[in-house]
T-cell receptor, first 116, second 119 residues
Framework: GAVVSQHPSWVICKSGTSVKIECRSL??????MFWYRQFPKQSLMLMATSNEGSKATYEQGVEKDKFLINHASLTLSTLTVTSAHPEDSSFYICSAGTSGGAHEQFFGPGTRLTVL | SQKIEQNSEALNIQEGKTATLTCNYTNYSPAYLQWYRQDPGRGPVFLLL?????KEKRKERLKVTFDTTLKQSLFHITASQPADSATYLCALVLGGADFRTSGTYKYIFGTGTRLKVLA
């Protein structure tokens, strides 16, 4: 199946700094990528839908100025957490969809962000 | 209000038995319903999709049913093995008419059920 990578796999940063997370589709082109956040023992919460070459669509309650998403190419989307605070600590996962019949999403391995 | 719930936070069963997980939703009209497996610290992995006009779908030891009247899906793992221990998530695949999307579809995930198969 298709492979999606994320980098870094984990990051620890000080409060107030910005962190960039990369999501790459390694062997297919992804016109749409999704960014999720997952807190411990909770389900995936969709943050935004990212389309190549256009602005991301953010879910209600997600601050677009805090979570900057860029989908500059068909294989790369980035999420930047700006001015991170401890409450932003979470597991961030990206996925890329396919246009096939199964509407299968291929998920990256996730990035564990810890803000001190 | 709209919500999607899975039956229990954790389910323990004996090896060899059939595990049955439940996914219930309200106030959604999904085009499809999917099931994913998620291991700790990893991203989910797609298992099965069932369409709104399908009643049942099978794949090896997995079986999914979908009742759009009850707004419920059941996920069965037969002859369960300790390696099946993981969290299982259901996801509704919604067409653009249901929600504001920039893509064609949007995915809403359930709360997940942690399955533990005891040897």
């Amino acid at each position: 199946g298709a492979v999606v990578s994320q980098h870094p796999s984990w990051v620890i940063c000080k409060s107030g700094t910005s962190v960039k997370i990369e999501c790459r589709s390694l062997d297919f082109q992804a016109t749409t990528m999704f960014w999720y956040r997952q807190f411990p023992k909770q389900s995936l919460m969709l943050m935004a839908t990212s389309n190549e070459g256009s602005k991301a669509t953010y879910e209600q309650g997600v601050e677009k100025d805090k979570f900057l998403i860029n989908h500059a190419s068909l294989t790369l989307s980035t999420l930047t957490v700006t001015s991170a605070h401890p409450e932003d600590s979470s597991f961030y996962i990206c996925s890329a969809g396919t246009s096939g019949g199964a509407h299968e999403q291929f998920f990256g391995p996730g990035t564990r962000l810890t803000v001190l | 209000s709209q919500k999607i719930e899975q039956n229990s936070e954790a389910l323990n069963i004996q090896e060899g038995k059939t595990a049955t997980l439940t996914c219930n939703y309200t106030n959604y009209s999904p085009a499809y319903l999917q099931w994913y497996r998620q291991d700790p610290g990893r991203g989910p992995v797609f298992l099965l999709l069932i369409r709104e006009n399908e009643k049942e779908k099978r794949k090896e030891r997995l079986k999914v049913t979908f009742d759009t009247t009850l707004k419920q899906s059941l996920f069965h793992i037969t002859a369960s093995q300790p390696a099946d221990s993981a969290t299982y998530l259901c996801a509704l695949v919604l067409g653009g008419a249901d929600f504001r999307t920039s893509g064609t579809y949007k995915y809403i995930f359930g709360t997940g059920t942690r399955l533990k198969v005891l040897a």
